[in-house]
């Protein structure tokens, strides 16, 4: 394809695009299709001779766009939501364009330095200190990995790396942790057994007596404790570890803190609602997704670490092949990570940043936040409906109580209420167990989300609702 | 940024781009900047008020562009390719634009079967049998480490993911294997200490016999085998292990096979230069990148496994709030890697292999094979230089070697030359070294690389030469 043909189709798909931002909300957030639909569409052998541009664009909306649910539909309150904004997919364009790999400064000098300059901003944006520093990571469960990993190479003195872990050494998080703890203590081979889940408080965050308890019972029992992941906005519920209680324990008992603020981090941009963050000066590592609720297109999460050179020493490596004579004087972001290429992530930051600017992020924040509070305050105003954890940032979970029902009836009531709002096609919520009980999520987070589309979201939740003619607890 | 702005600027961004490909031949391909040039002229602070996209675009052209090393350059030949090509670019724009987070089925269903077609399509045109079932992952680091992770609780029957790994584990690759090898074994727990580095051929390829006494050795001391890594393709000097003999061995031994093809891989789907891959059939797993050599946007690698049950089983989880209602019908990729988040990447592959056709592929495979094996002769002509390898695909490894010179010496005359010809910005070459000795490579796999740029670089590697006025060897 010469650059003449690639001016014409990029005209026609950046109008397309055009369109499609403008009318997303008309579509159905939740693809209707069934398994298989979209496979039986697509030739089951790849095709020798190439195709023209223009039928491979039809195909796409035709057999691919109704298959597919639509992340930036301003109706979606469904997991968390992974937020884009139009200078972010501008600035994907170029790094597309560009085609660069940022594993090393030499490959992209330009990419490993504003790299470095715009984790600098967001460590300033989110109130964390200045001897912090960060590297852009993929997703929170290889940010994570790494701290897994740096906390194992810690407590071991960098012996794991050489002969494997030879004592059980154990790691501790709330029983609401993210799942992709359990997944990184089995990729780093601690085992799953050597995860302590710790009990929660009320509000479903972490409880630091108990998980003193916990340390202490391991470390009289011989095993060693290396790391602390605390949560700040769990994904069930919003809730908030103590930072600034566990981080003393951590102290006590030489252990790693990791702070996986996947979701959160974001809020910490606006003073007013950064008191989650009290206590993660403490903190060894932090991390948190830009591409979550930061209007920047997935991946994009970023990883900060308060000594880089147990980073450094942890993932590390020299083959002859990648040497370079830079290499004393700069970063080289591949020794930050996991993966040794790199895409050039760090523009598309720099252009959200900039153009929204910190207030414009801010405004944002405060939008679905109070968003979010008006939705838990419609439900706690309905006598058919409880909240289910208290309302934190953007989530509410909440579920429809008819009263008199046992809890197994309650579920599927809900469950069917779920799908009854999802197949309007109108908004798009998920759900989750919390102490045993299911509960609906509903996730404020779109860049396009306004007032008009939680009302709907209420209305439609509301509608099956009036099935219920129980009579209401309280 | 409203629709119509978004119009506005994605149509300047675009014929942008169009003049990028069309004159990105003249820009030095390796960027001239010295450390901190860049980090320089960002603020230090992040802006309280948006900015215009005209300001950031007008930056990054002065700022950023001058700091890019170019990758899509004619003249790159260093390390490998990591080639794109324009309908790759424009599926990355709708990709961006989507926003699609693809973890499961239900978020993205069109993607994740799309994923599972395209994947099938590949494993067909590089030779795999039926059976074999693929995955995009982002890096082959990362698919090497799923693949390090199956072969752990493959041998462990999967207890490592519960309890750790309670005794040594052993895992061969040649001394030649890729740096991935040895941060894989790290970060499985495995130890470096465990990874036998096998003796190789004359070819730089692994020697099997070497192979098969270090594993009987090991079985001897009561250290079981878990392992073996065939690279097609190494980094240094695109050596091919012999998977058809290794194959054999690890039946033997009850060890996994895990074959790196990364870059190779693309060759393979061209009958003609498919003969690397006898005896894949035999191996467990295997990877390749598209993003080196399939003229695929940066991140796209291919994990293949034999029985995609053991991988479900290695990196499965099913935290509550991930659960759907198709979960038991459908692919939910989560499971098949290690992070959670995954971007919308089989849409770039299907538009790469439909404008191309199959055809299209192996027509730019022979011609830089082509390019290649046109480079090696002019080396072997010269008497001044010498072939460090046998030439391969598209590697040359070459040194000058105008004679008498000690090894310290040579190094440091081939050090100079690398430097004065990256230094004229019309081509970019890096190096390696070869049993202690320092040597070029020449890697050709740009899409828009042609005779002239190979000739380029040849008439830039010959004028520095003509300082040697010492007496050729032969």
Request: net charge neutral; aromatic share 10%.
């Amino acid at each position: 394809m010469d650059p003449d043909s690639f001016r014409h189709y990029g005209h026609q798909f950046v109008d397309w695009l055009a369109d499609y931002f403008e009318h997303i909300g008309q579509l159905p957030v939740k693809s209707a299709v069934k398994p298989g639909d979209i496979l039986s569409k697509l030739p089951v052998e790849p095709p020798v001779s190439g195709e023209s541009m223009d039928d491979i664009f039809v195909d796409f909306q035709q057999v691919i766009l109704p298959g597919m649910t639509h992340w930036q539909h301003p109706g979606w309150f469904a997991y968390f939501p992974a937020n884009n904004s139009p200078p972010s997919v501008l600035a994907e364009m170029l790094t597309a364009g560009l085609g660069s790999q940022c594993m090393s400064w030499q490959t992209s000098p330009a990419a490993t330095e504003l790299e470095e300059r715009v984790t600098g901003w967001l460590r300033q944006m989110i109130g964390l200190p200045d001897h912090f520093k960060g590297v852009i990571q993929d997703t929170a469960s290889t940010a994570t990995l790494c701290a897994l990993l740096s906390a194992r190479e810690h407590a071991t003195g960098f012996d794991a790396n050489m002969r494997g872990i030879k004592d059980p050494l154990t790691v501790y998080a709330s029983s609401e942790t993210h799942s992709s703890i359990e997944k990184g203590m089995k990729i780093a081979g601690f085992g799953r057994d050597n995860l302590r889940l710790v009990d929660t408080r009320d509000d479903f965050s972490m409880c630091p007596k108990a998980l003193e308890k916990a340390m202490a019972r391991d470390i009289e029992n011989g095993i060693k404790p290396s790391c602390v992941v605390a949560t700040l906005g769990t994904t069930s519920s919003m809730a908030m570890d103590p930072v600034d209680e566990i981080g003393p324990l951590c102290k006590k008992y030489k252990t790693w803190l990791h702070v996986d603020a996947a979701f959160a981090g974001t809020a910490a941009s606006d003073p007013d609602h950064r008191w989650f963050m009290s206590g993660t000066e403490q903190c060894d590592s932090f991390v948190f997704n830009p591409h979550k609720w930061m209007l920047t297109n997935f991946d994009c999460s970023v990883y900060f670490v308060k000594n880089a050179g147990i980073l450094l020493r942890t993932l590390g490596i020299q083959p002859e092949y990648l040497k370079t004579g830079a290499d004393q004087q700069v970063n080289n972001y591949r020794d930050w990570g996991i993966q040794l290429g790199r895409r050039f992530r760090a523009l598309k930051l720099w252009f959200v940043i900039r153009y929204y600017g910190v207030d414009g992020i801010r405004k944002m924040v405060n939008k679905h936040i109070d968003l979010a509070a008006l939705f838990a305050e419609w439900i706690k105003a309905d006598p058919r409906f409880e909240l289910m954890a208290p309302q934190q940032l953007t989530l509410v979970c909440f579920r429809l109580n008819p009263g008199n029902l046992p809890e197994k009836e309650l579920q599927r009531v809900n469950e069917a209420l779920l799908d009854e709002v999802n197949s309007s096609g109108e908004v798009f919520l998920t759900h989750t167990m919390l102490r045993g009980k299911y509960c609906l999520r509903m996730s404020v987070g779109q860049r396009t989300t306004d007032r008009v589309h939680v009302q709907k979201a209420w209305d439609l939740i509301r509608k099956p609702a009036e099935k219920h003619r129980t009579p209401y607890p309280g």
